[in-house]
């Protein structure tokens, strides 16, 4: 038997990856709907007209669809650092949080479409989807601490870049879903982006570039 080409291959990952995105879009679709503990497997897999047993093979268990939405996002801090000049991760970790919250990014918090405002009720008004969101960001402090060094260093750096990225988004998002909007909210984003980053470089001197 011939192996695939690479047209071939790239076919099948791309509906691959549409298979994805349309079953979980379905499964948030009906989580938020009838609230994620009152959806079964089954009936995921129903409205996306496939049997529970393919669900299982691209989703292993019920969170994860939801957290599909996010799940690029996982290694982006890690890239981030990849990509920066050296000597300068936690410069490169502002700017590209800075630029998120001047795109209205929605992992930023920063966002106040109704559809973001509510996938992230549902994400964190849901206890085990809580759970799962705490393992997520426990791969990306890890993934983060092996691009900063991998060593005890990098690891109690890496926790704290992934706090201080957690608590100024669902900072931005609470505001917004308390009802304020998002132009109030912005000026102060901003300026508390610049403030903590400004404390990590003070926090953690070998990552900050040389004066």
Known sequence: MNDPGPRETGLRERKKQRMYETVSETAIRLFLEKGFDAVSVAEVAAAAEISKPT???????????????????????????????????????????????????????????????????????????????????????????????????ARLAAGQIIAVLRILANENWRRIADGESLEEVREDAVAAAERAFGRLERGLPQLAPAR
């Open 55 to 153: 669900l299982f093979r691209y989703f292993p268990a019920k969170e994860d669809l939801v957290l599909h939405r996010i799940a690029d996002h996982e290694q982006e801090a890690a890239r981030v650092v990849a990509e920066a000049e050296e000597g300068a991760p936690l410069r490169a970790l502002r700017r590209h949080f800075l630029d998120g919250l001047e795109r209205r990014d929605p992992v930023t918090g920063l966002n106040d479409d109704p559809r973001v405002l509510a996938f992230h009720s549902l994400l964190y008004g849901t206890p085990a989807l809580v759970a799962r969101v705490y393992a997520y960001q426990q791969r990306s402090e890890a993934a983060l601490a092996e691009a900063l060094g991998g060593d005890l260093d």
